[in-house]
C-alpha cells in the first residue's frame, strides 16, 4: 500500500506539519505510535483500529468471475487518519475516516468515496463481533467464537451505479509481511505493521446499473497501519497483490524515487508458508503505457523473482481503472501471463 | 424753461470699446412745447429721451427740469421725479401684462399718489377704452394698446410726455389716429411733447424739430 | 451643415451658463437621489443573496422536523448508515458582548460541495484547526472588526460570508451554542443513491424542506426596500420638475435661431434630430454625474440603513457599497428618459413649430385659464383614483399607487388653487402697488408652477412622513412601556445554569418570569410561541389590542392563545378563532396584542402548555420582577454570585434605550432623504426664479420707468417668493396629513402589519414652514440682488430694443 497519497490526502484536508520528521525511539514529535520490531501484531486485538498512529487501512480487493463468465473486480477499503493520537469525546475525536469503494469490469471502472468523522459512530472499527463501516458500507465477520474474526467476512458497499455484496470464506491462515508483521518501506528504514489474509473464497452478487450479477472468485485483505511519511525523494508507488493459478500468491511492490526504487514483498505458499523476498529481489518494469484520465499510466508490468522462477507480464482487466477519488490513484484486476498465469491487483499512484 | 439739456454726453461701454453716442447735445423744450427729434436709426434718440426721463444718466453735461438738476437726484428722488413729472410711452407700449385697462390707465397716477377718478375715466373715455376697461393688455391690438399706454402717460398730469416712436408698431392710419389723440390731449392739459420719430410726415404735424447726427443736434 | 446647427443650438448654453448649470445640477441631484436608494437596495439585496446562499440553502435541499425542533444526532448517523448522504448543520444565535451573530456549525467532511462556500482546507483555515478544540469561527472581514476584543475562538476571513455570520465546525458550534448532540438540518446532497430506504422508516419526524428560492430576508425586507424606492421616485420626480423647467425656457429664448436655422435650409427632421441629440448629451452627463453623485450618499447613508435593517428584520447589510452595473445602467437610462420626457412637448413644438410664425411675445409661461382648469381636473381625477385605490384596492402596491395619485393629483390642483387664493388677495389689496403685487404674482404662477408643484411634494412628503414617524415613535415608546415591564432581564449560560439562577432568584425578587420561546408550524407558517406564566405583570402590562374577557385565565388553563397583530392581520385572524398546535392541540385566540418593531409572526400561550409540548426547550432566557430601587443591586448580585457577564443581565432602561435606538436608526434614511428632497425643490424654485429673471425684467421694467426704485422692487420680489411659498406650505399641510394617514393606515399595515394612531405635530411644520419661507427667500435673493444692481442702460434696453 502507498502511504505517499495517504499523506496527499492529509495533506489536501488536513495539512498537519507534515514536514515533521521523526523522533527515533517510537513515537513521532506529534505523539504519535510507532510500529516496534520487536512487538509484532497479536490478534484478534490488532484487527481492530490503532487511533496513537497516524494511517491506517483495512483493505479488500477481490478478482471475480460473473455468472456470465466475465472478468469482474471488486474493491473495499476503509482508511482512518488521525488529525492527533488517540480518541475523544464526540466531534472532538481527532479520527477522521474514509472509504472507497470500485467495481471493475472490462468495460467500465465505477467508484465511490465516502467521508466521515470518528467519535460520532458514522464510521469506525468494532472487534467484537468484528466490524468495519462507513455509513452504509460494511464489513461484518461471521466467523465463529473460536476462529479468527476475518475468516470469514460479510462485505458490501453501494455508488452511484453500482452495488455489491460479497461472501468471504478464507480457506489459508493469516499472513504477515516483512518481519513477523514489521515491514519496511524504505532503505531509510521506514516502516509499517502489514499484514494481510489473501486465502479468501468469494461469492456474492454484484449490482450494476440495477442488473444483479452473481459471481464467485478470490479475495485478498489488507491491514497495514503506520506513523511514518514517505521518504522526501519518494514519488510514487506499483504495488502488486497476485493469485497464481497453482494457488502461491505474491506481495510486491516498488517506491519510486530518484534512484533506482526499493522493491520489497511476500511470496507466499499455497499453504501459507510466508518467504520475505529481501530488497530489489524482486523486479518490476512497465511494458506499456497508456492515457488515463489524463495521466500517462503503465497498464502492462513485467515483473521477475528469477530465485523463484518467476517472469510475468500483467495485463489489465480495464485499463481505466481510475479511482476518481479526492486523491485519485489506479487500481484495478489484472490477468497474469507468463511463467506464473493468474489473476491479481495491481495499485499505481503518484502518475 | 422745462427742460434744458446742456452739453450732454453719452458713451456705452460695448464689446469693441466705448461708443459715444451723444457728444454734447444742447436742447431746451418750453412748458408746453412741442418737439420732434429725429436722426437715423442708432443716432442716439432714445438715448436722448430716456436721459431727459431720468431713466439713465449721461457722463457729462447737465440736464434742468424746472431748472433743477436731475443729473444730481439719488436713486429715490429720481424715481419720484419719474413718477410725478414724467409721461412715457414707447414703441412697444410696455403696459403691464398682469394688470387690466383700467388699473394699467391708473397705475402711474396712483403710483404717484395723484389719482384722480373723474380724470382717468375722461381719459378712457377721450382714448374710447371705455369698453375695454375689463381687458388685459394680451387682448388689446397694439392701437389700443398705444392708446392705454398714452393714457397711463397721461393721468398722473405729468409736466412732459416722452414718446420714443409712439405710432412706430402701428400701420399708417391707426398710427395717425393715436398720434392725433395724443396731440390734442397734450395741447388739452398743457403737457410738454418731446416725440422720437422715424417720420418727417409726422414730425412736420409738430410745432418744431430738432435733428440728432453724430451725436450733435442740428 | 450639421454640425454648424449644432453648435449654434450649443452656443445658447455658451451664453446661458447659469442655466445650463441648473438643467444638469436638476438631472443629477435626481438622479442621484434615485441612484443612492438604488446602490442601497442592491446592496442589500446582495447581501440577502449571499446570506440565502450561506451552505447552499438556496440551492440543496434539506431535512427538517416537522415542528421546527433539533434534530438528533443519532438520526443523522441513522440515515448515513441507511445510504442516504446527508451533512448535518446547527445554527444559532452566538451573543457575544453586544453583538449577535449567526453561528452555523458544518461538517466539513460530508458538506456537499455546492454548500460549501469557504475552503476549509485553505492553507490559513487547515481541517485539523477547524475541527478540533477550541476551533475556528471563519467570518466576513467586517464581522471580525466587530468581534475584535470578544472571547471567541480564533477568527479567520472569508469575503464569501455575509456579515453577521459565523462558520465553524459542527462540533465546536454545539459547544458554543450549548446544544451538545443537536442538529438543526440535514443538508441532502443533490444526488443520492437509489433503493434507499425510505425516510418514514428511518426518520419519520423528519420532512424534505425544498432550497429556499427566495430568502426569508428578502421578503421580509421587501417592504422596506419598496419604501426606499418610493422615496427615490419622489426625489426624481421633484429633479425632473427642475429639467422640465429650464428645457422649456431654453426652448423658448432659442425659438428664433430655431426658426432661423429652418428657414435657412435644414431639414426638420434633422433639427429634431440634432435637439435630441443635444439633450442625450446632456442627460448622459448629468446621469454619470447623478450616478456619482448617489454613490456619495449612499455611502453616507449606507450604515444607518444597515443598522436600521439589522434592528428591525435581523437583516445583515454589508456596510461596504460596492459598485454595480444595474445601477448605473438603470440610472443613466432614467437620466435620459426623464430628460426626454420632460422635453417631448418642447420637441413636439419644434416638430410643429410655423416656419414664418409672427414674433410673439414670450408666452410660453403664460398658461391659459382653460389650460389651469384641465390640469386640475385631472388632478382631481388622480385624488378619486386615490381614494379609489384605498377603498377597494389591497395590498402594498394599492397603498402606493394611492400615495402616488394622491401626492402627484394633488401638485396637479396646486396651480388652480393658488391662482384662485392670489386672485382673491388681489381683490383684497388695498394700494396700487399692493394690487400690482399680487396681479404680478399671479401672473407669474404658471412659470413658477412647476417648482411650487415640486415644493408642493417635498413639503408633503416632510409633513407626512413626520407625522408618520412622530406618530409612530409615540406609539412604540407607550408600547415598550407596556412591553417591557420587568426590571431585570437575563440570560444565562445554559438551561442548567438558568434553573440555578431562577431558584437563587426565587426568595430574592418578587417573581420569576421565563421568557422561553419554541417555534411551531401554525397555518403552514413558522411562528415563534412564547410561553407565559401567569402574573400581574401581564394582567396589567400587556398591550393587548382586542382580548376575550378571562384572556389570562384562559391561558393559564392551556386551552387560550395569544397572538400579535402582525400575525393576525396577515392570517384574518380573530379572537375565538382556533389555531392547530403542533400534536394536534387546538387553541382559541383569546387576544391580540400589539408587536411592533417585529416584522414576523409570534404567538403566546401558557408556560405549562409550552413545557408539554416543548420539554426541552431553550430556558437561558428570563425577566425578574423586583422593586425598581433594588433592581440595580439585585443585578450586581446575581452577577457577582454567577460570575455572569455584564451583558447577560440587562435593567429595562437598557433594554428600552437599545429599543429607542433602533428606531431612531430606522427612520434616520427616511429623514436623510426628505432633507434632501426638499432642498431639491428649494433648488427647484431658484432654478426657475433665476430663469425667469431674464424675462422678468421686460415686466419689471415699465414699473420701474413709471417711478418705483429698483430696491422696492426687488423687496418686492422676495416677498412674491416667500408669498408663493407660504402658500404652497398651507397647501401641503392637508396633502401631508393625507400622506401621513395613507402611511399609518395602508402602507404601514402592508408593509409591518401593525396600524398605528395618528398623531398631529402642528410644531413640525412651523418647523417646516420657517424652512420653506427661508429657502423660498434665499432661492429669491439672488436674482433680487442682480436687479438691484442692474445699470440703467440694461433696464432702457427694453424699451429700445426692437423685439
Ligand atoms: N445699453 C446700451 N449698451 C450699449 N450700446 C447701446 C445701448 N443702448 C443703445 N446703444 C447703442 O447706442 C446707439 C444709440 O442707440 P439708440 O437706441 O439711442 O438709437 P436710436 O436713435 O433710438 O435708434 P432707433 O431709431 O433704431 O431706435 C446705438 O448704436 C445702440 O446700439
Ligand atoms: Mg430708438
Redesign the interface.
Known sequence: MNVRWVLLFLLAIAAPALAQGFAGLGTSAEGFAMPQKAHPPVFPGDHGAHPDYRVEWWYLTANLTGEDGRDYGAQWTLFRFALAPGTGESWQTPQLWMGHAAVTTPDQHVSAERLARGGIGQAGVVLTPFSANIDSWRMDSRAGPDSDPMSALDVSAAGAGFAYRLGLTATGPLVLHGDRGYSVKSAQGQASYYYSQPFYAVKGTLTLDGRDIAVTGQAWFDHEWSSQPLGADQSGWDWFSFHFDTGEKLMGFRLRDEGAGFTSGTWIGADGQVEPLPPGALTAEPLEWAEVRGRTVPIRWKLSLPFRGLDITTRALNDAAWMDTQVSYWEGPVRIEGSHPGRGYVEMTGY | MLLELKDVSKT?PTGEGPLRVLSGVSLSLARGACVALTGESGSGK??LL?LA?G???PDAGQILFEGRDIVQLG??DL??????RIG?V???F??????DVA?NL???A???GR?DPDWCSALAERLGLSGLLGRYP?QLSGGQQQRVAIG?ALAARPKLILA?EPTGNLDEATGDAVLDLMLALQAETGAALLMVTHSLRLAARLGSRVHLSAGRLA | MLWQAFTALLSHWRRHRLQLAMLLLGLALATALWSAVQAINAQARLSYARAAAVIGQDRLSALVRVDGAPIAQDTYIRLRQAGWLVSPVIEGELRFGSGRLRLIGIEPLTLPPQAAQVDVSADDIGLAAFITPPGLLVVAPETAARLAGEATPPLRLSEALPPGVALSDIGIAQRLLAQPGRISRLILAPVQLSGLPPLATIAPELVMRAPATESDLSRLTDSFHLNLTAFGFLAFAVGLFIVHAAIGLAFEQRRPVLRTLRALGLPLRALVALSITELLVLSLLAGVLGVALGYGVAAVLLPDVAASLRGLYGAEVDGQLSLQPSVWALGLALAVAGTLASAASRLWRIATLPLLAPAQPRAWSRMSAQALVLQAAAGTGLLAISALAVIIGHGLVAGFVSLGAMLLGAALLLPLVLSLVLALAGRMGRGVVTQWFWADTRQQLPGLSLALMALLLALAANAGVGAMVGSFRLTFVGWLDQRLASELYVTARSDEESDLMRSWLAARSDAVLPIWSAEEKILGEPVQVYGLRDHVTYRENWPLLAAAPDVWDRLEAGTGILVNEQMARRKHLRLGDELTLSGGRSQTIVGIYSDYGNPKAQAMIGIDLLLALHPDVNRQRFAVRIAPDRAAGLAAQLRDAFALPADNVIDQASVKAFSLRIFERTFAVTAALNVLTLGVAALAIFASLLTLADMRLAQLAPVWAMGLTLRRLALLEVLRSMALASFTMLAAVPVGLALAWLLLAVVNVEAFGWQLPMHVFPLDWLRLGSLSLISAALAAALPALQLVRRQPSALVMVFANER
Open positions: 456705452y432714445s438715448t430716456h426721463g431713466l439713465d444718466r436713486e429715490s424715481a419720484a421725479f419719474r413718477r410725478t412715457m414707447f414703441q412697444q410696455n403696459l403691464i401684462p398682469s394688470l388699473a391708473a397705475f402711474q396712483r403710483l404717484a389719482h394680451e397711463r420714443d
